[in-house]
């Protein structure tokens, strides 16, 4: 399975955007999905996923303003971003579990004025 990333850009406080990560196959029995985001320096951590059971669990830093989802008719992966802060930005990674991990490129979210 091969992951491609994309809707990162530069963003202003406050403003939104929405990441996809399409797969390259069926999602559908995916055991784990997520995004994780790499600030510039630092190591790269989780901020949303996305069990099998359809729960959902955020980093206490974007509960009430990202949300996680997924359509398995078009095997992608959402993060619907509201309310950026500076603090949000980095290299947006998406992550599902089918048997393995696979990762997809990553895409770069500036959140600046």
């Known amino acids: 399975v091969q992951l491609q990333a994309s809707g990162g850009g530069l963003v202003q406080p406050g403003g939104s955007l929405r990441l996809s990560c399409a797969a390259s196959?069926?999602?559908?029995?995916?055991?784990?999905m997520a995004w994780y985001r790499q600030a510039p320096g630092k190591q790269r951590n989780l901020v949303a996923s996305l069990n099998t059971g359809g729960s959902t669990n955020y980093a206490d830093s974007v509960k009430g303003r990202f949300t996680i989802s997924r359509d398995n008719a078009k095997n992608t992966v959402y993060l619907q971003m509201n309310s950026l802060k500076p603090e949000d930005t980095g290299v947006y990674y998406c992550?599902?579990?089918?048997?393995?991990?696979?990762w997809g490129q990553g895409t770069l979210v500036t959140v600046s004025s």
């Open positions: 196959g069926s999602i559908f029995s995916a055991q784990f």
């Open positions: 992550s599902v579990i089918l048997g393995s991990a696979y």
